[in-house]
């Protein structure tokens, strides 16, 4: 009885370290585990920002384009108004030396 009792509790002492010795071995792990996954998800958001960035600066660029199409459009339609104004200038100036010698 007395030898089977003292077993007991040397393998109740020996047990919970062991048991310990597991967790920390356990938790290592799963701190070696959650750090991965920490740095799984960090960079599956740094993937998930860069698309992002990349695609609003893609939309920004489109914009922009439009905006070149836009203004060189109208740029084109300004010069063509200034050519055909300038013409005018020259038939009216030439109009009014015709009629310089007239009184009117």
Do not use: F
Not at 30 to 47: G, H, I, M, P, Q
Not at 76 to 85: G, H, R, S, V, W
Request: proline share 2%; hydrophobic share 30%.
């Amino acid at each position: 009885g007395e030898l089977s009792d003292d077993k007991s509790e040397i393998d109740s002492m020996s047990n919970p370290t062991t048991t310990v010795n597991n967790a920390n071995s356990g938790s290592r792990k799963r701190s070696k585990y959650e750090t991965d996954e920490k740095k799984r998800n960090v960079l599956e958001r740094n993937r998930q920002a860069a698309l992002k960035c990349r695609q609003k600066k893609k939309q920004w660029l489109i914009s922009l384009q439009k905006q070149i199409d836009t203004y060189t459009a109208e740029n084109e339609i300004l010069q063509n108004q200034a050519i055909l104004l300038q013409e005018e200038i020259l038939t009216l100036r030439a109009l009014l030396l015709t009629h310089k010698p007239c009184s009117i």
